[in-house]
């Protein structure tokens, strides 16, 4: 490819030899390449382009490392605080294992690692995330602007949105798999015609994506789409917020042999543990899990969730009602799990 050879056994490419490519060949330049001559192609067609990025993602390193100062780069005000122990077991292992692999990528790979321990550490990586991410802007702003030579910005939805974010050293945790704000918030969309943004204060979710777009595309909901059309928040308008839900159910995680954290069968069960979310109007963030710690949290006087109010008394009402909400959540989709 463009001179460089693949340096796996089987002829494919690593995921740190691409992280090294100049620009002009990454994989987002790609992209944009690839969409502009679809939009050419397709300009006097209906037509939906699906562009996947990869990035930002580990191994958190591209050509565009430097684009942002380091001494710009501000860390999360909980990766520069104490470790709060008030969490699920399974963060705990996952921490454990991560800073444990960041002392060996020191070793190896000294000029890219995967994970950090220190502040210094955390906020390198941002760095470089934050130069992926810039690295993907540059692309979509290159795809916009096809869209406008072919006179079709104006006419044309686009999304840009992701399945999950990063904690980068937030809670001294990296990756998703957890249930910080930091793991949980994605960006939405971008309306035709739309000159300014508009940020929306509520919490929305994901599943009412689906039935956003049919609305905007004048197609009516199949019966089987959950969720519902958000339009009228995208037009300016207001609706009543709602609860909004989020799920975890049990993944791989890689655990640190000869941990000493918990015994061998309280960790067997925390990392099968499967968590159910809820995040009211109010700003109350409650976690229940099966096999783990539960976790409440008040999103509007604790966004950075530091402060576990679970096991306090004085919040039981709040988690009542929370659980009732919960419960009759799974009542409606079907879902049979105990917690």
């Known amino acids: 490819?463009?001179?460089?050879?693949?340096?796996?056994?089987?002829?494919?490419?690593?995921?740190?030899?691409?992280?090294?490519?100049?620009?002009?060949?990454?994989?987002?330049?790609?992209?944009?390449?690839?969409?502009?001559?679809?939009?050419?192609?397709?300009?006097?067609?209906?037509?939906?382009?699906?562009?996947?990025?990869?990035?930002?993602?580990?191994?958190?390193?591209?050509?565009?490392?430097?684009?942002?100062?380091?001494?710009?780069?501000?860390?999360?005000?909980?990766?520069?605080?104490?470790?709060?122990?008030?969490?699920?077991?399974?963060?705990?292992?996952?921490?454990?294992?991560?800073?444990?692999?960041?002392?060996?990528?020191?070793?190896?790979?000294?000029?890219?690692?995967?994970?950090?321990?220190?502040?210094?550490?955390?906020?390198?990586?941002?760095?470089?995330?934050?130069?992926?991410?810039?690295?993907?802007?540059?692309?979509?702003?290159?795809?916009?602007?096809?869209?406008?030579?072919?006179?079709?910005?104006?006419?044309?939805?686009?999304?840009?949105?992701?399945?999950?974010?990063?904690?980068?050293?937030?809670?001294?945790?990296?990756?998703?798999?957890?249930?910080?704000e930091e793991a949980v918030r994605v960006p939405y969309l971008r309306l035709p015609s739309q000159r300014q943004g508009l940020r929306i204060i509520q919490s929305v979710s994901h599943v009412d994506f689906l039935p956003t777009l049919l609305d905007l595309l004048g197609q009516s909901k199949p019966d089987q789409c959950a969720g519902k059309s958000l339009l009228p928040l995208l037009h300016g308008e207001t609706m009543p917020p709602e609860n909004i839900f989020v799920e975890w159910s049990p993944n791989r995680v890689k655990v640190m042999k000869r941990t000493k954290l918990a015994p061998r069968r309280r960790i067997k069960r925390a990392m099968n543990e499967s968590t159910r979310a809820v995040i009211s109007p109010e700003g109350w963030k409650l976690c229940l899990r099966d096999h783990d710690l539960n976790e409440l949290y008040n999103l509007k006087t604790d966004p950075i969730e530091a402060h576990n109010l679970y096991y306090q008394p004085d919040y039981r009402g709040i988690i009542e009602q929370a659980t009732r909400d919960i419960l009759a959540w799974q009542h409606t989709t079907g879902d049979t799990l105990k917690l």
Request: charged share 25%; glycine share 6%; with cysteine.
């Open 1 to 180: 490819m463009r001179g460089y050879t693949p340096d796996k056994p089987d002829g494919s490419f690593s995921e740190r030899l691409v992280s090294q490519l100049p620009l002009d060949i990454s994989k987002p330049r790609f992209l944009e390449e690839h969409a502009c001559e679809f939009i050419e192609k397709h300009r006097r067609d209906p037509f939906v382009l699906f562009i996947s990025f990869v990035e930002p993602h580990s191994p958190y390193n591209g050509p565009l490392n430097l684009e942002h100062a380091l001494e710009d780069v501000e860390l999360d005000a909980t990766a520069v605080a104490p470790v709060n122990d008030n969490i699920p077991l399974r963060y705990k292992l996952m921490r454990e294992w991560q800073q444990a692999e960041a002392i060996l990528d020191r070793k190896r790979l000294p000029d890219l690692y995967f994970f950090g321990v220190t502040p210094d550490e955390y906020r390198a990586m941002k760095q470089r995330y934050l130069g992926l991410v810039t690295m993907v802007d540059q692309s979509i702003g290159g795809i916009l602007s096809c869209l406008e030579q072919a006179e079709l910005l104006h006419e044309t939805i686009v999304v840009h949105t992701s399945d999950h974010g990063d904690m980068l050293g937030a809670h001294h945790l990296f990756g998703k798999e957890v249930m910080f």
